[in-house]
């Protein structure tokens, strides 16, 4: 199946600090999704982002398509502890029924 | 929003019984819904997915008799896992989308304990 990686696996910052994660493949993607999981509850979508180049914004996070639609990126300015779980790209491939999902990134915040 | 609801959030039960967990849209026509398990800080596994009115396409190496999957309708899906044993132990999660193209949304998970 298609190959997802993403990075990094866990992260462990101050609050208030800014996040970068990534999600990169070697296919062609035609949508990105992004959700974040809290412990023993399903994800929940934050992003979505349909077209190459696209940024979109969702209160502090930020997410874009890459240019490739090989790969996309979220970030998180002035994280805040609530923002503590781990956080899961996915991504459509057109012709495919499903997305594909990363392996996650588990992000601690340190008050 | 799309909400998903996945019913029942926890189970306990004893080795040999059936348990069926059902997976519900509330909002919006589920063309397609989505089973994972999950593991302990392991990402989502996709065990089936399911088209309403169809049969479900399993993922190589899930038991599909083991497993069975029912989409009868365009707001819910059931998953009944058979003969459960302790290894079917694990945290269950749905998910159902509209159209091929739309995110997926999830139900809170069944967090499935086999004693």
């Known amino acids: 199946g298609q190959q997802l990686n993403q990075s990094p696996q866990s992260m462990f910052i101050q609050e208030g600090e800014d996040v970068s994660m990534n999600c990169t493949s070697s296919?062609?993607?035609?949508?990105w999704l992004w959700y974040k999981q809290d412990p023993g509850e399903g994800p929940v979508l934050l992003i979505a982002?349909?077209?190459?180049?696209e940024l979109t914004s969702n209160g502090r996070l930020t997410a874009q398509f890459g240019i490739t639609r090989k790969d996309s990126f979220l970030n998180i300015s002035a994280s805040i502890p609530s923002d503590v779980g781990i956080y899961f790209c996915?991504?459509?491939?057109?012709?495919?029924?499903?997305?594909?999902f990363g392996s996650g990134t588990k992000l601690n915040v340190k008050p | 929003g799309a909400v998903v609801s996945q019913h029942p959030s926890w189970v306990i039960c004893k080795s040999g019984t059936s348990v069926k967990i059902e997976c519900r849209s509330l909002?919006?026509?589920?063309?397609?819904m989505f089973w994972y398990r999950q593991f302990p800080k392991q990402s989502l596994m996709l065990m089936a997915t399911?088209?309403?009115?169809?049969?479900?396409?399993?993922e190589q190496g899930v038991e599909k008799d083991k497993f069975l999957i029912n989409h009868a309708s365009l707001t819910l899906s059931t998953l009944t896992v058979t003969s459960a044993h302790p290894e079917d132990s694990s945290f269950y999660i749905c998910?159902?989308?509209?159209?091929?193209?739309?995110?997926?949304?999830f139900g809170d998970g069944t967090r499935l304990s086999i004693l």
């Open positions: 998910s159902a989308r509209g159209r091929w193209n739309q995110p997926q949304h």
């Open positions: 296919s062609i993607f035609n949508t």
């Open positions: 982002l349909y077209k190459a180049g």
């Open positions: 996915a991504g459509l491939i057109y012709n495919f029924n499903k997305f594909y």
């Open positions: 909002d919006f026509q589920a063309t397609t």
């Open positions: 399911s088209n309403e009115g169809s049969k479900a396409t399993y």
